[in-house]
């Protein structure tokens, strides 16, 4: 789904760059939008209800933090992932996600674990659905990670995960989006059961191994799948 299909208009005020660069950024983050998309500014700004300045303003510093790419013709599109720096992003989130999930659950709390098995239930329904809903997918699994990750009460660390998102977002919900079989056996779901299963005991080194199994899982179905950018396309 184009970029101009999911965006709302915003309302004219002050902050209108801040809100444009808000709206995009979400998309990225919760993989609304897919590597290689291009981005029409006009377009944008007509499907906002804005000029194009604010939208110029707002692509240019998703460019700046690298969730974004120029073109050499000009165009700005989402980039394409290579192997390695997947790989390594990957790598990073277990470890930073990881801790956002060992805090949430020292101090978790009956209200945490409602709300995360509530998102969870909405998952897997989605995934039973005879065709699954790519959109509710993504949203349902969005906000179930970063529920937890707020719980943590970490507001730098909240910072840096959304940084780490915001770069893989695109490509995350690969499988989420292709129907693949870790949707059919409701893969995900499975790890975020024991995930909350561990918050609702406080069992932080249970809620990291769920957490790093559900990460390492997508990203081994990922790179398998074929659709990041290798090291010879890298090369060349």
């Known amino acids: 789904m184009a970029l101009t299909d999911l965006v709302t208009p915003?309302?004219?005020?002050?902050?209108?760059g801040a809100d444009v660069h808000a709206q995009i950024r979400e998309l990225l983050i919760s993989g609304r939008?897919?590597?290689?998309?291009?981005?029409?500014?006009?377009?944008?700004?007509?499907?906002?209800?804005?000029?194009?300045?604010?939208?110029?303003?707002?692509?240019?510093?998703?460019?700046?933090?690298?969730?974004?790419?120029?073109?050499?013709?000009?165009?700005?599109?989402?980039?394409?992932?290579?192997?390695?720096?997947?790989?390594?992003?990957?790598?990073i989130r277990i470890h930073v996600e990881g801790l956002a999930a060992q805090r949430a659950a020292e101090a978790a709390t009956p209200e945490l674990v409602s709300?995360?098995?509530?998102?969870?239930?909405?998952?897997?329904?989605?995934?039973?659905?005879?065709?699954?809903?790519?959109?509710?997918l993504i949203g349902n699994n969005k906000e179930l990670h970063f529920a937890l990750y707020r719980a943590a009460g970490m507001p730098m660390l909240l910072k840096m995960i959304e940084s780490l998102w915001l770069r893989i977002g695109p490509i995350l919900n690969y499988d989420l989006r292709s129907g693949s079989a870790r949707i059919r056996e409701r893969t995900p779901v499975a790890h975020h059961q024991m995930l909350i299963d561990?918050?609702?005991?406080?069992?932080?080194?249970?809620?990291?191994?769920?957490?790093?199994?559900?990460?390492?899982?997508?990203a081994d179905y990922i790179i398998a799948a074929g659709v990041l950018v290798t090291a010879d396309e890298e090369a060349a």
């Open 10 to 16: 915003v309302p004219k005020r002050p902050t209108l």
């Open 33 to 91: 939008l897919m590597p290689g998309e291009q981005i029409s500014l006009r377009s944008t700004a007509l499907a906002l209800g804005v000029s194009v300045m604010p939208v110029r303003e707002a692509v240019y510093q998703l460019v700046a933090e690298q969730a974004l790419e120029v073109t050499p013709n000009r165009a700005v599109r989402v980039p394409r992932m290579p192997v390695s720096q997947f790989r390594e992003i990957t790598q």
């Open 115 to 136: 709300a995360l098995r509530g998102w969870n239930a909405a998952l897997e329904k989605a995934m039973r659905a005879r065709q699954p809903d790519a959109s509710a």
């Open 198 to 218: 561990a918050l609702a005991r406080r069992d932080s080194a249970g809620a990291v191994a769920a957490l790093r199994g559900d990460i390492q899982s997508a």
